[in-house]
C-alpha cells in the first residue's frame, strides 16, 4: 500500500517537469521566433492553412515568419494572423529593388502591425525592395517599412548644400547606427537632408548619418602667431602659409602694460600682401577696471599704425591673473577693456581664452554682448561647445614658419575671410 503511493508520488514528480516546464518553453521559444524571408515569386496569403484567400504578397516583398503548421508558415498580413505556403519563400533578405529618395516628408509603417514607427525628412535617400498595393518597402533601422508609393522619388537626391567638418566627424551607418569612418576637421561634407539633430550626409561613395554639430556650413584654417614663431629672428614666409590652405591669421600684439611684438607690423603687413584675413590679440593682465582701461589705450597707442583687417582679440589666461581675481571681478575688468576700445573707435573685439576658463573663471551671461567668442580646447575631437573659432592644437606643422604653431578653425567670414 505505502509503495504503491511513493511509486505514484515519485511518478508524478518525473512526469511535472516534462509538463509543467519543458515543453511549454519550448512552446514559447518557438512562438516568439522571427525569421526574415521574401517571396521569390508572389505569394499567396490564407487566414488558416488551406483556408480563405486573403490576399497576396508582392515579389520580394519581405516579412516574417512566426511559426509553421506543417508545411504552411505563420505571418502577419494586413494585421492579422494569416499563412503562405512554403514553396516559393527565401529565408533571406529581399534583394535590392532600386534606389530613391523621400520627395516629401513621410511617414513609414510597420509591415506586420502597420503601426506608425517613425518618419523621414524631405530628400532621404531610401533603398526600396518590392511594392505591395499602395505600399513600398523600404530599409529601415535593422529591418524594413512601409510607405506611400506616392512619396518615393526615383534616383539619387540632389545636394541640400556642401558645409565642413566643424570638428572630427563621425560617419554612422544609415540602418544600424554603428560608426563607420570618420572626417578631418575643416574637410568637405556633402549634405542631402536632416532628420531632427541628425544630418544624412555623403560619406565615401555611400550615405550616412552625423550628428548636426559635427558639420558647418563655413569652416576656414587660420593660425596664431607671436615672438615665438621668430625663433632666431627667422621670418614668416606667409605666401606658404596661405598656400598650405589656411585663410587666416591672428597675430600677437601687446601683453598687459609694457609687452609689445616687433614683429608686428611686419607680419600683418606681408600676411595682408598675400590675402591672408589679419586679426591681431592683446595678453590681457588688469586686475582692476582702471588698469584694464590703461591697457587698452597701451594697445591703441601701440598698434595705431598697424592695418589689420579683421578683430582685436582679449586674451584672458595669464595664470597670475587668474588666481588674483574671482569671476565676477575679472569679467568686469574685461569689460572695462572692452568698453574702453569701444569708445576708442574699435567695433570688432573679440574674447580668447581656454573652454575651461571660459566655463569657470568668467561670468559669461555678464560679458559684454557682441564679442566673437574664440576658445582653445587641446586634444579633443570637439570644442564640446559653440563659438567663432576652436584653438585645437598648440603643436601644429606649418610650411613657412619655423617650430610649432596654434592651428585654428574659423566658424564666421568676420574672421575666416
Not at 389 to 413: E, F
Request: hydrophobic letters at 35%.
Amino acid at each position: 500500500m505505502h509503495f504503491r503511493k511513493l511509486m505514484i508520488v515519485v511518478g508524478l514528480i518525473l512526469i511535472f517537469p516534462i509538463f509543467n516546464g519543458s515543453l511549454p518553453l519550448q512552446n514559447k521559444a518557438h512562438a516568439a521566433t522571427k525569421l526574415l524571408a521574401h517571396g521569390t515569386s508572389s505569394l499567396t496569403v490564407r487566414s488558416t492553412p488551406n483556408g480563405k484567400y486573403v490576399g497576396k504578397l508582392a515579389k520580394n516583398e519581405p516579412f516574417y515568419i512566426y511559426g509553421n503548421k506543417g508545411s504552411w508558415y505563420k505571418i502577419k498580413f494586413n494585421k492579422k494572423d494569416a499563412y503562405i505556403y512554403n514553396t516559393h519563400v527565401s529565408k533571406s533578405k529581399p534583394p535590392l529593388w532600386y534606389k530613391g529618395y523621400a520627395g516629401t516628408k513621410m511617414n513609414l509603417y510597420d509591415i506586420s502591425t502597420g503601426k506608425l514607427i517613425g518618419t523621414f525628412p524631405k530628400n532621404e535617400p531610401l533603398n526600396v525592395y518590392a511594392k505591395q498595393g499602395n505600399w513600398l518597402s523600404i530599409a529601415y533601422k535593422t529591418g524594413y517599412a512601409h510607405v506611400s508609393y506616392k512619396s518615393v522619388k526615383k534616383g539619387t537626391p540632389k545636394v541640400w548644400y556642401t558645409g565642413y567638418a566643424a570638428d572630427k566627424l563621425y560617419a554612422r551607418d544609415s540602418f544600424n547606427d554603428k560608426v563607420i569612418g570618420t572626417q578631418t576637421l575643416a574637410s568637405k561634407v556633402k549634405v542631402y537632408a536632416q532628420q531632427g539633430n541628425w544630418l544624412t550626409i555623403g560619406y565615401k561613395g555611400k550615405y550616412a548619418h552625423t550628428y548636426h554639430t559635427h558639420v558647418s556650413r563655413y569652416v576656414k584654417r587660420g593660425i596664431d602667431i607671436g615672438q615665438t614663431q621668430h625663433r632666431l629672428n627667422s621670418p614668416i614666409n606667409f605666401k606658404k602659409v596661405k598656400d598650405a590652405g589656411f585663410c587666416f591669421v591672428v597675430v600677437k600684439a601687446t601683453g598687459g602694460l609694457k609687452d609689445y611684438n616687433f614683429y608686428l607690423p611686419t607680419d600683418v603687413q606681408l600676411a595682408n600682401n598675400v590675402g591672408l584675413k589679419t586679426s591681431v590679440y592683446h595678453m590681457f593682465n588688469a586686475t582692476s577696471k582702471g588698469k584694464a582701461i590703461a591697457e587698452a589705450n597701451s594697445f591703441a597707442e601701440k598698434t595705431k599704425s598697424v592695418r589689420f583687417t579683421g578683430y582685436v582679440f582679449i586674451d584672458v589666461e595669464y595664470e597670475n591673473l587668474l588666481k588674483q581675481t574671482n569671476k565676477e571681478n575679472l569679467t568686469a575688468y574685461v569689460n572695462a577693456f572692452y568698453t574702453r576700445l569701444a569708445q576708442l573707435g574699435y567695433n570688432k573685439i573679440g574674447l580668447y581664452t581656454s573652454k575651461s576658463i571660459y566655463e569657470n573663471k568668467l561670468n559669461a551671461a555678464k560679458l559684454n554682448k557682441g564679442m566673437l567668442l574664440w576658445l582653445a580646447r587641446y586634444k579633443n575631437d570637439t570644442l564640446g561647445r559653440s563659438a567663432n573659432m576652436w584653438q585645437y592644437t598648440n603643436t601644429g606643422r606649418v610650411p613657412g614658419i619655423y617650430g610649432d604653431v596654434d592651428l585654428n578653425v574659423a566658424y564666421t567670414s568676420k574672421i575666416g575671410g
